[in-house]
């Protein structure tokens, strides 16, 4: 996971805690003030992280142990002769041999790791 993506995700989690903590104070401050809760603002829910953010931090977690050049599938190295096929996900971007990837797809059509659709990458790259 890139480290602007870790700067975005807590630079805009940290204002929307900001934000709820805000309006719990000031929700607070009105009931103490009042003795009522008729001035009190909507609550907002609570932040969470984006969807990208928690993608990438999966995408992270389940990045297989395998050397740089092997094939995702049968781990073997994948020679320059070699049809060599990648998955379209960015994050992902796993390699695969071109026959490894289509014996794969003959059952689901989505890469191993992140299932990402595979459409289109039983076509030749060169």
């Known amino acids: 996971m890139s480290k602007n993506l870790c ?4 630079d805009l989690f940290g204002s929307s805690v900001g934000m709820y903590r805000d309006t719990l104070n000031f929700n607070i401050y009105n009931v103490q003030q009042t003795q009522s809760n008729e001035a009190c603002q909507p609550i907002p829910s609570y932040p969470g992280l984006s969807e990208r953010f928690v993608d990438a931090e999966k995408m992270g977690k389940m990045k297989p142990m395998f050397g740089e050049g092997e094939c995702a599938i049968c781990f073997e190295k994948i020679e320059e002769h070699d ?3 990648t998955c379209p996900n960015e994050i992902c971007a796993l ?6 990837i289509l014996k794969s797809i003959e059952t689901k059509a989505l890469c191993p790791y992140c299932k990402t659709g595979l ?5 030749s790259s060169s």
């Open 83 to 85: 049809e060599e096929r």
């Open 119 to 123: 459409v289109g990458i039983g076509k």
């Open 7 to 10: 700067v975005l995700e807590e």
């Open 95 to 100: 390699r695969y041999h071109g026959k490894c």
